[in-house]
């Protein structure tokens, strides 16, 4: 069982918006923002998309976006493309001694 | 370019030991954490530890202390992370992965380059 709670799959269609929810606990992502997702393709390793709750890497397009409130956060992704279809995960920073946690990871298809 | 490159996949048994190794490249190695994390098939992530390539500081995940060391080789830009009385249930793709914002607080930062994943098997 994952620290932090991701849905098993989300889908959506070219063109749509879709958002991934990451829920977790006070002692995570509610207390700290130091939220992260990451896309990650089949066979390949995982890649950056979003830091700190809301900040894109150089190269993310702006169609990704994070958001935070209470102990859940979100990945938005708009204007789907069918490039985006992954697995989605998130991690955040935790007070507990095993610093960093995963959500179980969110496969989005797109139709 | 910034690139880590880990070694080859691994086949142990039960009982045994396994290190693998991340060669960096293309950036200053001691101004970067770096982190290991583990995906067991058909499965989701998880983080094994850190290790300061500036200092060696290190902090494991509570699951794995004993049984894992993380180390650097500052002369090469290479980190090592060994893993010792392997189970079945350890196995899984190894990525080393860099902080993204340098020589952060252990846990803070998040991963922006990887290795490419290296494959231990567990099995007797």
């Known amino acids: 069982q994952s620290a932090l709670t991701q849905p098993a799959s989300v889908s959506g269609s070219p063109g749509q918006s879709i958002t991934i929810s990451c829920t977790g606990t006070s002692s995570d992502v509610g207390g700290y923002n130091y939220v992260s997702w990451y896309q990650q393709h089949p066979g390949k390793a995982p890649k950056l998309m979003i830091y700190e709750v809301s900040n894109r890497p150089s190269g993310v397009p702006d169609r990704f976006s994070g958001s935070k409130s209470g102990n859940t956060a979100s990945l938005t992704i708009s204007g789907l493309q069918a490039e985006d279809e992954a697995d989605y995960y998130c991690s955040s920073y935790t007070s507990s001694s095993t610093l960093v946690v995963f959500g179980g990871g969110t496969k989005l298809t797109v139709l | 370019q910034v690139q880590l490159v880990q070694s080859g996949a691994e086949v142990k048994k039960p009982g045994a030991s396994v290190k693998v190794s991340c060669k960096a490249s293309?950036?200053?190695?001691?101004?970067?954490?770096i982190s290991w994390v583990r995906q067991a098939p058909g499965q989701g992530l998880e983080w094994m530890g850190w290790?300061?390539?500036?200092?060696?500081?290190?902090n494991y995940a509570q699951k794995l202390q004993g049984r894992v060391t993380m180390t650097t080789d500052t002369s090469t830009s290479t980190a090592y992370m060994e893993l010792r009385s392997l189970r079945s249930d350890d196995t899984a793709v190894y990525y080393c992965?860099?902080?993204?914002?340098?020589?952060?607080?252990?846990?803070?930062?998040?991963?922006?380059?990887w290795g490419q994943g290296t494959l231990v098997t567990v099995s007797s």
């Open positions: 290790i300061s390539a500036y200092n060696g500081n290190t």
């Open positions: 293309g950036y200053t190695f001691t101004s970067y954490g």
């Open positions: 992965a860099r902080d993204y914002l340098g020589i952060a607080a252990a846990g803070t930062s998040p991963f922006d380059y």
